[in-house]
Antibody, heavy 127, light 107 residues
Framework: EVQLVQSGAEVKRPGESLKIPCKAS????????IGWVRQMPGRGLEWMGF????????RYSPSFQGRVTISADKSITTVYLQWSSLKASDTAMYYC????????????????????WGQGTVVTVSS | DIQMTQSPSSLSASVGDRVTITCQAS??????LNWYQQRPGKAPKLLIY???NLETGVTSRFSGGGSGTHFTFSISSLQPEDIGTYFC?????????FGQGTRLEIK
């Protein structure tokens, strides 16, 4: 079965660091981009960025560039979303999702559909 | 960035009704448009890709259409399990952007 499994809820204080995992299984890990999507409480979906585990190439939304780091560890088929200094405004649900390609990926476009989703990780940042 | 605008933002309909949601792109995105369903408390689920292609295993009551800047998502006969929020998403250019969502309820 193709699946992405995320870790449980995290509660952190402002200024702390955090790295949340997304474990992939059931398919060739290095052949699909995996992205992260933020959903703030009661709000819509925001694409943050994604990584191609085959060569660690990555793309970020300008809204999140420099604020988070997305990485992959091929040895354990896991993708990570990392913050070095959390803010209260980072409080949200975070989903990882596999991108099924619908075209060639370049610097300006990466055509695809998010066909497999993790169950989500709730991150709460509060003093 | 390409802005995606969905309408309506919420919708209440009866079981058996035909329901249609629209998604407008701020520029021409050809057919680079996907639709997702998010049931309450769950992760999103891919329903339609490239504007009109039904994802494997998804009910044929769902359909999508349109191209360019105007897109539609329809449910032919609304069922209780269809409640949730529906999002469109463009993949024509980075950054990937989503519509704000349409919350669907049963009357």
């Amino acid at each position: 079965e193709v699946q992405l499994v995320q870790s449980g809820a995290e509660v952190k204080r402002p200024g702390e660091s955090l790295k949340i995992p997304c474990k992939a299984s059931g398919y060739s890990f290095t052949e699909y981009w995996i992205g992260w999507v933020r959903q703030m409480p009661g709000r819509g979906l925001e694409w943050m960025g994604f990584v191609y585990p085959g060569d660690s190439d990555d793309r970020y939304s300008p809204s999140f560039q420099g604020r988070v780091t997305i990485s992959a560890d091929k040895s354990i088929t896991t993708v990570y979303l990392q913050w070095s200094s959390l803010k209260a405004s980072d409080t949200a649900m975070y989903y990882c999702a596999r991108l099924r390609p619908l075209g060639y990926c370049s610097d300006g476009a990466c055509p695809g559909a998010f066909d497999i989703w993790g169950q989500g990780t709730v991150v709460t940042v509060s003093s | 960035d390409i802005q995606m605008t969905q309408s309506p933002s919420s919708l209440s309909a009866s079981v058996g009704d035909r329901v249609t949601i629209t998604c407008q792109a701020s520029q021409d995105i050809s057919n680079s448009l996907n639709w997702y369903q998010q049931r309450p408390g769950k992760a999103p689920k891919l329903l339609i890709y490239d504007a009109s292609n039904l994802e494997t295993g998804v009910t044929s009551r769902f359909s999508g259409g349109g191209s360019g800047t105007h897109f539609t998502f329809s449910i032919s006969s609304l069922q209780p399990e269809d409640i949730g929020t529906y999002f469109c998403q463009q993949h024509d250019s980075l950054p990937i952007t989503f519509g704000q969502g349409t919350r669907l309820e049963i009357k």
